[in-house]
């Protein structure tokens, strides 16, 4: 949790908070704040507790203890307005088949008993060249496209995005980013879960890993992964068989891969230069090289993986 900001910068504030199912305890004393204007990715296997704490950030569910404010208002207290100045679009959105897209961005903003300005919203989400399109005729891409614009039909200062890229190809996740940025620069504050890495790293301001119900880590993607990412990863192109001893030899532990490249974990540029020298001295051949540098997924399974061991050890004492 950041400290020495003062509230007002904070579109959300979470703290100490829990949710109990039974004897399950699901979030387990979470805190962490959310800046206004960022986009503040939220990440955690299946089962960490996730979902429960975004969906009480939301109103949809109460907290067992614990405090969230959401634009200054407590979330149990001031429900209702909390609502009417939040979008959310859920895991999985969908909307009537037979309708167009305007049609379908009408219908949400009379709902939400709002004057929205639907060809904005198309403008926003990339969608006017679909507006006379139905519904059930649009690409999975599109569909979440408009998922979003239906999350902004009463122009919300947060938006609650669930998993919005799941599913997609490469080219319909990269315009699903597109607005997502979009979103950020019209001061928008977004509240991202999501299972891609990659996409995190893209789009994140902020990123919150949690695990077993526990938030292992808060910062930017940067910052995770210069503190916890402590190797590099070397792939090398080749078919001698003498070139694994001799990495072994080093110090290292090289793997044969599939198509009988050599991979090895290392700490830094010096051990690539000092495997390589020794491969050129040996006279060994070498197809193609690698060197890749630690990401943001990396980082992920090696916390979700700590915390789970550590907390099996918890577990067994």
């Known amino acids: 949790m950041r400290h020495g900001m003062p509230n007002s910068e904070h579109a959300i504030i979470v703290e100490q908070l829990c949710k109990r199912y039974g004897t399950l305890l699901a979030v387990d004393s979470v ?142 996740r990269h315009a699903v980013w597109d607005v997502l940025k979009g979103l950020k620069d019209r001061g928008k504050t977004v509240f991202l879960t999501t299972h891609y890495m990659e996409e995190a790293e893209v789009l994140a301001d902020t990123v919150a890993i949690i695990s077993r119900g526990r938030i292992v880590a808060t910062d930017s993607p940067a910052r995770l992964t210069q503190k916890h990412a402590d190797h590099m990863r070397l792939t090398l192109g080749s078919s001698d068989a003498a070139a694994p001893g001799l990495i072994r030899n080093m110090g290292f532990d090289p793997t044969r891969t599939s198509d009988e490249s050599i991979c090895v974990q290392v700490n830094n540029a010096d051990d690539v230069r000092a495997i390589l020298g020794e491969i050129e001295r040996a006279g060994l051949s070498l197809r193609g090289i690698d060197v890749r540098k630690p990401n943001l997924e990396d980082v992920f399974l090696k916390l979700t993986e700590e915390h789970g061991a550590d907390a099996a050890n918890e577990g067994s004492k």
């Open 31 to 172: 805190s962490f704040t959310v800046a206004k204007g960022e986009v503040f990715a939220f990440l955690g296997p299946n089962g960490a507790g996730k979902t429960t704490t975004a969906e009480i950030i939301e109103t949809i569910r109460a907290p067992t203890s614990g405090r969230v404010t959401v634009l200054g208002m407590d979330v149990t207290k001031s429900k209702a307005k909390v609502v009417r100045r939040i979008g959310v679009l859920p895991q999985g959105f969908s909307s009537f088949d037979r309708i167009t897209v305007r049609e379908s961005l009408s219908y949400y903003a009379q709902v939400f008993g709002c004057n929205a300005d639907v060809d904005a919203l198309m403008d926003l989400t990339h969608l006017r060249s679909k507006a006379n399109a139905r519904f059930n005729t649009l690409s999975g891409g599109l569909k979440q496209r408009l998922g979003i614009a239906a999350a902004l039909v009463n122009d919300p200062e947060v938006v609650f995005l669930d998993e919005p890229t799941t599913g997609l190809d490469p080219h319909a």
